[in-house]
C-alpha cells in the first residue's frame, strides 16, 4: 500500500501542487523509499521539459566588498579578516573572453553589495560584453539596487538577475539580516520581473532557527512567484561569521528541496549549486538526480577566487578549462548532456523597456 508520503508525491507529479500543510507533512515524514520516488519523478519532469541537458554558466565573482551584514556570509563588511579585491573592466572582459573560447554563452557576474561599481561602470561593462560577445546572455547577481539602476543595466543588456529571497518568513529573515528589509528585497524582486528580467530567487537551506513550516514557506513563495531561475543551497557555516558555532544545511534535505521545486515549478532553471558540492563529492551529481538542470562552472581568476568566500569552499586551484573538463565529465558520467547555449528559460522573449 502507498504510504501517505507517496500519494502526496505522486499527486504533486501530476498536478505541479500542494498546500504548504502537505509539503511540511512531506518534509516531516519523508524516508529513503519515497525519497527515491521523489528524486525519479523529478528528473523526469526535468527530462520532460528539458531532456538530458544541463545548462552551463560561466561565473565571474568581480568584487568580494560588500556593506551588507548577512549573518552566514563570510564576505559581511563586519568581517574584517577578509582581504578585499575588485576586477578591472579589462579582468573581467579576459575572463568573458577565456569562458567564451572555452565555449560558454552565458556569464553570471556575480558581487557583494559594492557601491565602487556606480550604475555608470556598470552599464558601461555590461554594455561591452554585450558588444564583444552579441550572442551571450548576461546575468547578474549583485544585491538590492533601486528600481531605476535594474532598469538601466536592463537597458545595458543584462538578460538575468538572481536575487536569492534567501528565507520566505520576515521573522527569520530580518534576524540574519541586520539592516535590511523583508518588504524591500520582495519589492526588488517584483521589479526584477517586471522589467522583463528572467528573474532568479532561492533561499538557504539549514538557517538556525528554519523549521520545516519555514522550507515550506519558500516553496509556496516560489509556486506563488514563479521565477524563471531559483537557486537553492544548503548553509555553509563560515568561521567568521557570527552563526559560526552551528552545523552545515542537510544535504539530503537541500535535494528533497531541490526535487520538490522540480515538481512544483516543471520548467524553472535550477542549479545543481556550488554549495552542495562543496558538502559532498558527488554534490553535482546529486543535484542534477533531484532534477537540477544548470551548472555554474567558475572562471574567476584563480587568486581571486580564494578570496571570494561567501563560504569556505574546497578552491580549485585549477584553471578554468581544466575545472570545466572535470565539471563536463561529471555531468555525462552521471547520464547526462552538455549544453553551453544561452539556455534561456522557456518562456523568455526580451522586450524594450517603455
Ligand atoms: N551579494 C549578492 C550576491 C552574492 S551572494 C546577494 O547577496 O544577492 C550569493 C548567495 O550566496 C546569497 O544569495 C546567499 O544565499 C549565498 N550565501 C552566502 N553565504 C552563504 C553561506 N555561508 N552558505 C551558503 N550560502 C551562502
Ligand atoms: Fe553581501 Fe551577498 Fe554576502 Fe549578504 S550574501 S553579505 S549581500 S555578499
Known amino acids: 500500500m502507498k504510504t501517505k508520503v507517496a500519494e502526496l508525491i505522486t499527486t504533486l507529479y501530476q498536478d505541479n501542487t500542494l498546500s504548504k500543510e502537505e509539503l511540511v507533512y512531506i ?19 526535468r527530462k520532460a521539459n528539458y531532456g538530458s541537458k544541463v545548462f552551463l554558466r560561466g ?23 577578509r582581504s578585499r579585491f575588485r576586477l578591472t573592466k579589462e579582468e573581467i572582459l579576459a575572463c568573458c573572453y577565456q569562458g567564451y573560447e ?23 561593462i555590461i554594455g561591452e560584453i554585450k558588444q564583444k560577445f552579441p550572442d551571450v546572455a548576461v546575468t547578474l547577481s549583485i544585491g538590492e539596487k533601486s528600481n531605476s539602476s535594474y532598469r538601466n543595466y536592463y537597458e545595458a543588456g ?11 518568513t520576515k521573522e527569520l529573515y530580518d534576524k540574519l539580516h ?10 526588488c524582486l517584483e521589479n526584477i520581473k517586471v522589467i522583463g528580467y528572467q528573474a532568479g530567487a532561492g533561499f538557504i537551506v539549514g538557517l538556525p532557527g528554519q523549521t520545516s513550516e519555514i522550507l515550506a514557506e519558500n516553496l509556496v513563495y516560489l509556486k506563488e512567484f514563479k521565477p524563471h531561475m531559483i537557486g537553492i543551497g544548503p548553509l555553509i557555516v563560515h568561521p567568521d561569521t557570527p552563526l559560526k558555532d552551528y552545523s552545515n544545511g542537510s544535504v539530503e534535505q ?37 532534477g537540477a538542470n544548470v551548472v555554474m562552472p567558475n572562471l574567476t581568476p584563480v587568486e581571486e577566487r580564494k578570496k571570494y568566500e561567501l563560504y569556505q569552499r574546497r578552491i580549485s586551484a585549477d584553471e578554468s578549462k581544466f575545472l570545466l573538463a ?13 549544453d553551453k547555449g544561452r539556455g534561456d528559460h522557456k518562456s523568455f522573449c526580451r522586450t524594450k523597456l517603455e
Open 178 to 187: 541586520p539592516g535590511m528589509s523583508f518588504a524591500n528585497r520582495r519589492e
Open 102 to 124: 572555452l565555449g560558454f554563452k552565458t556569464f553570471v557576474l556575480q558581487s557583494g553589495e559594492d557601491d565602487y561599481f556606480t550604475d555608470e561602470i556598470l552599464t558601461d
Open 326 to 338: 572535470r565539471i563536463e565529465k561529471c555531468i555525462e558520467e552521471a547520464g547526462y548532456e552538455v
Open 59 to 81: 561565473l565571474i565573482e568581480f568584487s568580494n566588498y560588500c556593506k551588507r551584514t548577512c549573518q552566514y556570509c563570510g564576505l559581511r563588511c563586519a568581517n574584517v579578516k
Open 27 to 45: 518534509l516531516d515524514h519523508i524516508k529513503q523509499e519515497e525519497m527515491e520516488l521523489l528524486f525519479n519523478l523529478a528528473n523526469a519532469t
Open 254 to 290: 537541500t535535494l528533497i528541496c531541490l526535487a520538490l521545486t522540480r515538481l512544483l515549478l516543471p520548467d524553472v532553471l535550477l542549479p545543481s549549486t556550488t554549495a552542495l558540492n562543496v558538502l559532498v563529492p558527488q554534490g553535482l551529481k546529486g543535484g542534477l538526480q533531484a
Open 158 to 168: 543584462a538578460d538575468r538577475f538572481l536575487l536569492r529571497h534567501e528565507t520566505a
